[in-house]
């Protein structure tokens, strides 16, 4: 069993900052890719960002800027910062990974239950 448990999410006002924390476990042998997306009320899920296990980083273009995401690959978490949010940011955040549970395996992703961000105006 692999688990992706999200914390950190909250009620914040425009203009301030949470930082997200996903931390996987279970049985791991490696995790290639982890990363952040989100779902607003009434819309599809989008990428956030993402981070390889050598730490090279890939934003969607309006996060870039204000939020930086990072990893702790001893602890295999994964962590959002986000600075500057504002109202449009108010969405449910899933993190995922993709991880590989036995050496012969190819990478499976896995998925969060998701944590929610409220900003307000």
């Known amino acids: 069993q692999v688990q992706l448990v999200e914390s950190g999410g909250g009620l914040v006002q425009a203009g301030g900052s949470l930082r997200l924390s996903c931390a996987a476990s279970?049985?791991?042998?490696?995790?290639?890719?982890m990363g952040w997306y989100r779902q607003a009320p009434g819309k599809q899920r989008e990428l956030v960002a993402t981070?390889?296990?050598?730490?090279?980083?890939n934003y969607a273009d309006s996060m870039k800027g204000r939020f930086t995401i990072s990893r702790d690959n001893a602890k295999n978490t994964v962590y959002l910062q986000m600075d500057s949010l504002k109202p449009e940011d108010t969405a449910v955040y899933y993190c995922?990974?993709?991880?590989?549970?036995?050496?012969?395996?190819?990478?499976?992703?896995?998925w969060g239950k998701g944590t929610l961000v409220t900003v307000s105006s």
């Open positions: 279970g049985s791991i042998f490696s995790i290639n890719g």
């Open positions: 995922v990974a993709d991880l590989r549970r036995r050496w012969f395996d190819s990478d499976s992703r896995y």
């Open positions: 981070i390889n296990s050598g730490g090279s980083t």
